[in-house]
């Protein structure tokens, strides 16, 4: 067993070059832009972190790495998905910057999540195009879609006055949205599983290849449902802007996800009153599609905002600065469908409803289009890492004593 002393002097000469361990690891990305780099420095930290193991009770990610000694690229994209950026391990690290080996776990996990977005995302092209200018695309996207179907309707009825009379299905019928939305849900469900079942194929192998049990499956479900890992090992929460822990990314996740969760309730819920109970759209209160999509947009609008004003004020230590206009660009997305959603409602017996119902349906178009290639697979990719990770550490260590 190597001693600490010797992983101490191996971690030494990791941080000023390459040494004859790292040069064993295979981490050679093809077609990545940058050769592999960031999965490369991934590797170089953990195998110092392995050495220290200091942050073990933080989260999954140092258990998961304590039963590997090397770090292929799959062992990084799947480490790197099973971070939730919670920042503590940076800000517990005794060799941190400006100490020599200048660790930096949460930001180089950053990288290559977001690198893992772009490489895995289908047809990939797509995913790298949305990685780098993903706040302008997204605007751009829903700006464009409402700017068209705006045309369209002035062309009709004109874009201002008492069109539809509160009744949005008179201006775009009921019809004419099932067929615009239909294709574009069924290729976002298509894309998604193609890039994660991308993923699953690669990481399977290196997290003991043994198939998804049921106490797996559940552990799994509950730590992505209550996203355990933003309390920060100990309850008290993320690090933010600083070495204070806070729980506020946690709870405006939450809102966040089940804000959308209930608002797509309300959409799958409308649709089944529209066509099996032959309750013709749209609802009112106190209905349950509109009580769902009332309640889930204002969580959504709440959530998102929250979210946005977080990243604006997140030590930039914490992340990688080139996943700013992906991450903007979701959170901004999000807001533009939950905030026009329910502006939609509060001026259906006004002059505006044509031209809010325009720009709502342009930012869910928007949405659901780029769903694939942003922020919103991270939730998937964390789902499917959480889930080999439950099922990895059913099984033996593959190291044997040296991984406990
Ligand atoms: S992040 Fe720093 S303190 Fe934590 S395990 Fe790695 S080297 Fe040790
Ligand atoms: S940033 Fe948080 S979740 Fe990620 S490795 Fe560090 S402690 Fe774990």
Redesign the pocket.
């Known amino acids: 067993m190597q001693s600490l002393e010797a992983l101490t002097r191996e971690a030494s000469a990791l941080a000023t070059g390459p040494s004859t361990s790292l040069a064993k690891i295979p981490v050679v990305v093809v077609g990545a832009p940058d050769g592999g780099a960031a999965e490369r420095e991934v590797a170089r930290q953990l195998q110092i972190c392995n050495g220290c193991r200091y942050?073990e009770g933080?989260?999954a990610?140092?258990p998961a790495m304590t039963r590997r000694l090397e770090f292929g690229t799959a062992d990084v994209h799947f480490l790197a998905n099973l971070?939730?950026?919670?920042?503590?391990?940076?800000h517990a690290c005794q060799y941190a910057s400006p100490h020599e080996f200048a660790i930096d776990?949460?930001r180089a996990?950053a990288r290559v999540r977001a690198r893992t977005y772009a490489e895995y995302a289908w047809p990939r092209p797509l995913g790298r195009l949305y990685e780098r200018n993903g706040l302008v695309l997204s605007m751009a996207l829903a700006l464009g879609l409402a700017l068209f179907l705006a045309l369209a309707a002035a062309m009709q009825q004109g874009l201002w006055g008492p069109h539809g009379g509160g009744n949005f299905y008179r201006i775009f019928p009921h019809n004419l949205l099932v067929s615009m939305f239909a294709p574009v849900f069924v290729f976002v469900v298509f894309a998604l599983g193609m890039g994660v079942a991308r993923f699953w194929r690669d990481v399977t192998p290196v997290t003991s290849g043994a198939p998804v049990s049921a106490p797996a499956a559940a552990e799994a479900t509950h730590d992505a449902l209550r996203l355990r890992?933003l309390d920060?090992?100990h309850g008290a929460g993320c690090n933010e802007a600083d070495d204070r822990f806070t729980l506020a990314r946690r709870r405006f996740h939450h809102l966040t996800f089940y804000g959308f969760m209930l608002c797509f309730a309300a959409t799958s819920l409308g649709t089944v009153y529209h066509y099996a109970l032959g309750q013709v759209a749209p609802y009112d209160l106190p209905s349950l599609p509109k009580l769902l999509g009332a309640v889930g947009g204002l969580m959504l609008c709440a959530g998102t905002a929250g979210l946005a004003w977080l990243r604006l004020r997140r030590n930039p230590a914490?992340v990688a600065a080139e996943q700013k206009p992906m991450d903007m660009g979701f959170i901004a997305l999000l807001f533009l469908t939950s905030a026009t959603g329910l502006l939609l409602w509060w001026t259906r017996g006004t002059h505006a409803l044509p031209l809010m119902l325009c720009l709502h349906l342009g930012a869910v178009m928007a949405l659901f289009v780029t769903l694939p290639y942003g922020k919103f697979a991270h939730g998937v990719f964390r789902v499917a890492s959480l889930l080999r990770h439950a099922v990895e550490r059913r099984q033996p260590s593959p190291i044997g004593a040296l991984g406990d």
């Open positions: 942050c933080f989260c990610v140092f971070c939730h950026n919670c920042g503590a391990c940076l776990v949460p996990m890992y920060g090992g914490h």
